[in-house]
């Protein structure tokens, strides 16, 4: 059986103000739609999830860490996926000096009963795992716009005004149908199990901020308004899709454009010139394609936001940016000018959920550096690789990139730009100042309505594995504002 390692980072709803209508954020969902505001958290309180779970375990690790686990299996598998958890918080903890205590809601499940999501010609999810939720901010050090996923942003102690924080800080599935290696296990592992520690720290570090928002998702929408091929492209995640205004779930409806958002992370990705090895940021793509109808408009359907944009020079830069993505070792992480690591960019096409999102897989699978690449092996875990990489399996080039994001780390400086709250800019398409925008027409193009159903707006990759490795590929599905989809999902 071939399992694909599922990492859903699905967007969902925004959005709402609280604290004076000065605090947007949106709640990252995982197969549920649930419309939900920042001040009212609607998730489970962790008593209750500790009563109806079966080996629920609080674990307290210096009250830093906490997962509440609601594990479905027979108690001695449960017992297993407690150790494991535990001994998971005390590797982050023992690098990372958190300022306030994180809370993991994790389920230990079967997903073909939970989420329909069955082994289906040997393909098989063995997790997921998101942020519950962010807030957008705007970096005061280059105005850039990005989601902070909450529990980065509880790192930013100095903040004057402080969300009225969600019950949980990330949530983690695990599916029950894996042949996991629990670390309670006298035996050393073995070549058909999969080592449940690595996955689970892997999947916290991408809980903690690891994420990109560049995606093909808009590509994935557009592409089948032409009838000519439309050059692959990338974008940020789309401000409006993560707003009020239920955007790209239907081709006939009327779309805001309020720009793109990206996630903190993607502050420090940088593309290569090949001629010149020059590097250049991300962030100056993002700036360009956020002059794009100035951020501002209201397009009478994605008909006529397909035309304007394939007539851009924003498609240009998108499509400019893809070749990066997709080209091994062009894509470096730098911080303060020290390039750091090189990201994923083997995987073509690029692969959201794969791609940029994870340490190149060729150059770090050998190496300290191990844990975020976006394969992993069956019958090997931290325990053998600890004998190896003694500082266990957050590298140091991890360590520097998380300390860039904010966190506090031993012997790192946490880098914490002074953020501010985002606020919907006077006169913006369909906010309180601008509410009936007249609409955006542009039949003059190429596009031309689909002959697929809407579902062409949900996305879905599934990267191959090689039958020597047994690779795990990541998946994200970063979904465009998807409510009623998702329900199906
Ligand atoms: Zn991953």
């Known amino acids: 059986m071939r399992l694909t390692w599922s990492y859903f980072l699905v967007t969902t709803t925004i959005v709402s103000v609280v604290q004076s209508s000065k605090l947007y954020c949106l709640t990252h969902r995982g197969s549920v739609h649930d419309l939900q505001t920042c001040s009212t958290s609607k998730t489970r309180s962790i008593s209750a999830a500790s009563l109806s779970s079966n080996a629920a375990t609080n674990i307290p690790n210096g009250n830093k860490v906490i997962f509440d686990l609601n594990c479905q299996a027979d108690s001695i598998t449960c017992e297993g996926v407690s150790t494991t958890l535990a001994k998971a918080a005390d590797i982050i903890t023992s690098v990372f000096q958190f300022e306030s205590p994180l809370i993991i809601n994790a389920s230990f499940i079967n997903f073909c009963q939970e989420y329909k999501d069955c082994d289906d010609n040997g393909v098989s999810s063995i997790g997921q795992a998101y942020p519950t939720i962010s807030y957008i901010m705007v970096d005061t050090t280059d105005n850039i716009t990005r989601m902070y996923p909450q529990p980065l942003l509880k790192q930013f102690t100095d903040l004057k005004v402080k969300p009225n924080w969600a019950t949980y800080d990330i949530n983690a599935q695990f ?11 006298p035996d050393p592992i073995s070549s058909k199990e999969t080592d449940f520690l690595t996955n689970v720290v892997h999947e916290m570090i991408h809980g903690l901020g690891f994420v990109t928002s560049w995606s093909d998702d808009l590509y994935k929408v557009l592409a089948p308004l032409f009838d000519q091929d439309l050059d692959r492209f990338i974008t940020p995640s789309l401000l409006a899709s993560t707003a009020f205004e239920q955007i790209l779930v239907g081709y006939d409806r009327p779309q805001p454009f309020w720009g793109f958002v990206e996630f903190p992370l993607d502050k420090f ?47 240009n830069h998108a499509v400019d940016i893809y070749s990066k993505s997709v080209t091994e ?14 990201l994923e960019t083997s995987v073509k096409p690029y692969s959201t959920g794969s791609s940029l999102c994870h340490v190149d897989q060729e150059k770090y699978v050998n190496s300290a550096e191990y844990l975020m690449v976006y394969t992993a092996k069956r019958g090997i875990g931290i325990t053998q690789l600890n004998s190896i990489y003694p500082h266990g399996p957050i590298g140091p080039k991890l360590r520097k990139l998380m300390a860039g994001l904010g966190y506090k780390i031993n012997s790192e400086n946490p880098s914490r730009p002074v953020l501010n709250y985002w606020n919907p800019p006077n006169g913006l398409v369909k906010t309180p100042s601008n509410p009936d925008p007249s609409f955006t027409v542009n039949l003059n193009g190429p596009a031309r309505s689909p002959t697929t159903s809407p579902s062409a707006f949900v996305t879905t990759h599934t990267a191959s594995s090689t039958p020597t490795t047994f690779n795990l590929p990541h998946i994200i599905n970063f979904v465009f504002l998807l409510p009623l989809l998702l329900l199906f999902l």
């Open 175 to 185: 599916n029950t149908e894996v042949n996991w290696y629990f670390t309670n296990n």
């Open 269 to 315: 990705l940088n593309f290569k010139v090949e001629s010149t090895n020059v590097t250049f940021p991300f962030t100056t793509i993002t700036k360009q394609l956020n002059y794009f109808m100035n951020s501002n408009a209201l397009f009478r359907s994605v008909i006529d936001l397909a035309n304007t944009w394939y007539g851009s020079g924003a498609y």
């Open 329 to 342: 070792l062009d894509v470096l992480a730098i911080i303060q000018g020290e390039p750091v690591i090189a």
